[in-house]
């Protein structure tokens, strides 16, 4: 009903808008009742009473106050949302385009989950997030989280693969060293690379992303939170209270998270803050199985991840065929600078290249042309980890941004720590990685 009334007006007296603003604080409850009274009446009559409209409108933005606000819908941003909810926070989530859509970061079917990293203060989160997604899967009754186990193969000596291979061991993950002799009966169809080492962190598995994002934000609704989705923030007013404007209306909150993944620094920008961020557009390329099922789920192949060697620059990392039957999805962990809103017209396709390269020497049993290439985004900061902090000017404003193509598996506990920064609270984990002041001498800032 509000969008409706404050749409038609925007519509239909674009000149008057910012009047209609001002009645907010002009109008009580007994004039904006007569006002709907009258409003209703009116249209019962095919008539439209103007000024009843602009007192209704008034007064429903005035009701929309809430303790906390959440810009962005994506796994960070429902999960956030979620936990404020959880801690009985009257809490408003805005997504920008109609949900579920495919658009940001946080679409498709499949994500993988591990607890192999290099990093002590990841290993640590995910020892938390493995616990939360399997609450979520409760709460829900919905499927999430699927073991498959994880092979980490890269050149043996190298930095990367030392540093991993002691990690799962350092951190007692379940974990198996593959030597190369016995790796095809383990591992077969992946032909491992000359002088390349293997380790299987066996915790590991695929996430069911759109299930799971659809679970958290039925969660949240569950709970009272409020989603507002095809609202695309348009405006920021920093202050004890935070206003949020989008085409609708005015949203106000005691506290402000944002959490706007490839647009976070357009929506940092009403707030006098820009980030060092790039915007990659991945390839997200599915490749046929010569014979079906032989990288199956069901045959329990595992996700992969191929460190840099010589020949791969880059990360290369793969999921057992499951989404799309007889079609396993590997990708290249990094694409060509893009405009988040003009996502469509990057068409580089050298990663696909790369990857063609790459199937045809290490799966044999895929067919090294791509079968079906989708679109997603990375959010890449200079270092790779994430940004988790508050705004340095203003303490109810909080951010979480650059999940530089690893988050997902995050989720849970993202949004755990974003929902403490919220309330004040001390974090549960250490963000000192995460901070914005890593960036000092890149931040832009018109404070
Ligand atoms: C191909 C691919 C593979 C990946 N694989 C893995 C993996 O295996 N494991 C893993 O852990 N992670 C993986 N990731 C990374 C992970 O998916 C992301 O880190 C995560 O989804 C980021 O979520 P987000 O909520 O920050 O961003 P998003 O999902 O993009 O959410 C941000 C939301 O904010 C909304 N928004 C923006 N501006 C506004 C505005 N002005 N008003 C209202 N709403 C707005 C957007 O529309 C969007 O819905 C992968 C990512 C990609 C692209
Ligand atoms: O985050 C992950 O686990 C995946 C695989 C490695 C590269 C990026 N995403």
Redo the contacts with the bound molecule.
Sequence with gaps: MHCGLFFFLRRHYPGRRGRGHSGLHKCNSRTSARALRRHRKSRKEGRVNLPALRNLGAEEMSSQKYDCIV???????SYTAYHLAKNNRKTLL????ALP?A????H?QT???RKAYEEDFYFHMMEESYLLWSHMEAESGVQLYRQTGLLVTGPEKSRDFQGMKEALELNRVPSVVLAPEEFPQHIPHFKLGDGHGAVVDTTAGVLYADRALKAVQGAFQKLGGVIKDG???SGITPGSEVTVTTASGAHKAASLVI?????AN??LSHVGLQLPLQVQK?N?CYWREKVPGTYSVSRRFPCFIQLPSEMEKTDIYGLPSNEYPGLMKV?YHAGSETDPDQRDKQTDRGDVAILSSYISRHLPGLESVPAVVES???TVTPDHHFVLDRHPMHSNIII?AG?S??????GPVVGKVLCELSLGRPPSHDLSPFKLQRFQNFLKSTL
């Design positions: 810009i962005g819908a994506g796994i960070q941003g805005i997504e920008q385009f859509h658009r940001g970061s946080s498709g994500r993988i989950i609202e695309k923030v959490t706007a993944g490839p647009w357009a929506v991945i997200v990708c997603c985004m990375y979480g999940f193509g690893h988050g997902f598996k995050f």
